[in-house]
DNA sequence: TGACTTTCTGTACGACGTACATATTGTGGA
DNA sequence: TCCACAATATGTACGTCGTACAGAAAGTCA
């Protein structure tokens, strides 16, 4: 995938891998999961499709890539100031990575397909599971409330995205009649609109986001200043 | 889709509507939930692949309806028992969703694309948020403590089944990073055991999905026998 | 300059979802 | 009894997808 610098012959390459990815998230962004494919991202380099195949052996190590990629992305200062309280560390990760999310919904999906073992995110577990050890817990219980955290926030933010895929996807799924016509809808293209019932929608899950980890820090630390055990 | 049993007339159906579903987790089950098709349900049924298109207008609707029979068989006479405790009632409703889940591993993708707001899908929130009504709570705190509850037993075994599927990938360059970095990370931070029977990790995972739901239970539940506030 | 290496492109194949036209098959009214 | 009709199945086709393969470009080094 990634040559060594030291070695320079043949023709030079006409794009970049990051170049890839970016034409990737872009299309992730506009259209959704459903509708990155290596014509699309091809065709926005302006190369032809099969030439993403020298950076990349197959369209599922483009996502894999763009998901590393985002994960190695997020700021790990802000959490890994031991001054903070341990709660506060967590909620300003928790925080952070659910932002990164909103803003590129398509990814959610990516991250939850895969057993999200890239460096990136194996790093990211252990910093979270270095808080919890920081804050008294055992390496034991850091690992396992660690692990119920990353649940919750993926799995809160993939709720919370499919809930608003239901304003785009209902509208074309709703005409079940036999034989629609294909002129009223195209089934690759989304709309994604921000209209204001979804800022609403964002708002309200934002503090059901917050609320649901308080609780569940508070579930994993029997007493205000230790976490689990 | 459906259609009213007064009126019957024309040619009878070839097949109906669940062996159409049936397929399509036959072919969930075997091959994941990339490899359903349209056409290879047809194939598996006998019929031609348009052939669907007369029960379901697309295949996203199939994969809805395949959800929807799919929460409306979760057993909901365990949790209903009044008589019970309610963290017990959680629990026989989590394990049971967990259960069923991990039967069938590519549904639960399908359960996290969708908005989930099907009638099987709404009466299980409604039950679960009634389970924790009956303990004390709030309407609100029962709705929102439902939400976190759900959002943990499907981000967990998301992550679970993502996971355990790592053999399908290319696996080149997938062991060479996951080698590299587990020697860099500590083996107490999260121990996925790749070498050893599949049956242990599921027996791991369920044994920290438990431990979870606990810990989580304790954040919803102040005193030990009402759910939150 | 010419061999060599790397990358890009042209072309092609099979699979997919599904639209359209047409054939098939049962039922109720004549 | 027969025929028009309605519901369903099929034949065919189009556009898109991932990607394999062979060969053409475009640099570097002897």
């Given at each position: 995938?990634?040559?060594?610098?030291?070695?320079r012959?043949?023709?030079?390459?006409?794009?970049?891998?990051?170049a890839?990815?970016?034409?990737?998230?872009?299309?992730?962004?506009?259209?959704?999961?459903?509708?990155?494919?290596?014509?699309g991202?091809?065709?926005?380099?302006?190369?032809?499709?099969?030439a993403?195949?020298?950076?990349?052996?197959?369209?599922?190590?483009?996502?894999?890539?763009?998901v590393?990629?985002?994960?190695?992305e997020v700021?790990?200062?802000r959490?890994?100031?031991r001054?903070?309280?341990?709660?506060e560390?967590?909620?300003?990760?928790a925080l952070e990575?659910r932002?990164?999310?909103?803003?590129?919904p398509g990814a959610?999906?990516?991250?939850?397909?895969?057993?999200?073992?890239?460096?990136?995110?194996?790093?990211?577990?252990?910093?979270?599971?270095?808080?919890?050890?920081?804050a008294?817990?055992?390496?034991?219980?850091?690992?396992?409330?660690?692990?119920?955290l990353?649940?919750?926030?993926?799995?809160a933010i993939?709720?919370?995205?499919?809930?608003?895929?239901?304003?785009?996807?209902?509208?074309?799924e709703?005409?079940?009649?036999?034989?629609a016509?294909?002129?009223?809808?195209?089934?690759?293209?989304y709309p994604?609109?921000?209209?204001?019932a979804?800022?609403?929608?964002?708002?309200?899950?934002?503090?059901?986001?917050?609320?649901?980890?308080?609780h569940?820090?508070?579930?994993?630390?029997?007493?205000?200043?230790?976490?689990a055990?």
């Amino acid at each position: 995938m990634t040559q060594s610098p030291n070695r320079r012959m043949g023709r030079p390459r006409a794009v970049t891998e990051q170049a890839i990815l970016d034409a990737a998230l872009s299309q992730l962004d506009t259209g959704g999961a459903a509708s990155v494919s290596v014509r699309g991202i091809a065709a926005q380099l302006g190369i032809a499709p099969n030439a993403v195949y020298t950076y990349f052996p197959n369209k599922a190590a483009v996502l894999r890539a763009l998901v590393e990629r985002f994960l190695g992305e997020v700021n790990h200062d802000r959490f890994a100031d031991r001054q903070m309280p341990w709660r506060e560390r967590v909620e300003a990760l928790a925080l952070e990575l659910r932002t990164r999310l909103v803003a590129h919904p398509g990814a959610v999906h990516l991250l939850l397909g895969g057993p999200m073992d890239g460096p990136n995110a194996l790093m990211l577990r252990e910093s979270l599971a270095g808080v919890l050890a920081d804050a008294g817990a055992t390496a034991d219980d850091a690992a396992r409330a660690s692990y119920v955290l990353v649940v919750y926030v993926l799995g809160a933010i993939a709720l919370e995205v499919a809930g608003l895929d239901h304003a785009d996807l209902t509208e074309s799924e709703r005409i079940t009649t036999r034989r629609a016509t294909l002129d009223t809808i195209s089934t690759t293209t989304y709309p994604r609109t921000t209209s204001t019932a979804a800022t609403v929608a964002k708002y309200f899950t934002t503090e059901q986001f917050l609320w649901g980890l308080t609780h569940i820090l508070n579930g994993l630390a029997p007493t205000p200043e230790a976490p689990a055990r």
